[in-house]
């Protein structure tokens, strides 16, 4: 069952639907623990942080890209699903593209899918 809600919020994740991927991934994490918890912890802060940058939170944004690269972080685990430093790389990029964005320049951000092993 958890291999089925972690892949059903992977899949969420990678539509845009960060919101849905939250949710899934709540089920699994509301009964994970060590290493699991902390990893599903950070997947699910990356989620809600790319939803409030669509409803242009940034400071929801912020809190959690930064709780999330620290969740993930403290997660590593042999043999995970998700390749960790990209992901990492890629909370990081969002970053620094939302604080050039706050600074007055005109680009997208760039919303990302995970990066699979």
């Known amino acids: 069952m958890e291999k089925d809600l972690f892949a059903k919020g992977c899949e ?6 960060y919101f849905d991927a939250h949710e899934a991934w709540e089920e699994i994490w509301n009964e994970a623990q060590g290493a699991r918890r902390y ?12 939803y ?7 400071v929801g944004t912020r809190k959690l890209s930064a709780g999330a690269l620290d969740y ?4 590593r685990v042999q043999g995970e699903e998700i390749d ?8 990081i990029d969002f970053e ?4 050039k964005l706050l600074a007055g ?3 997208e951000l760039p919303f990302y899918k995970l990066p699979r092993k």
């Open 12 to 17: 969420y994740f990678d539509e845009g639907n």
């Open 96 to 99: 620094v593209a939302l604080q």
């Open 72 to 75: 993930l972080e403290k997660g």
């Open 52 to 58: 409030h940058a669509h409803n242009q939170n940034w």
């Open 105 to 107: 320049d005109n680009l």
């Open 84 to 91: 960790i430093d990209q992901m990492k790389d890629k909370i």
């Open 39 to 50: 990893f599903l912890q950070g997947m699910i802060q990356a989620a809600v942080a790319l």
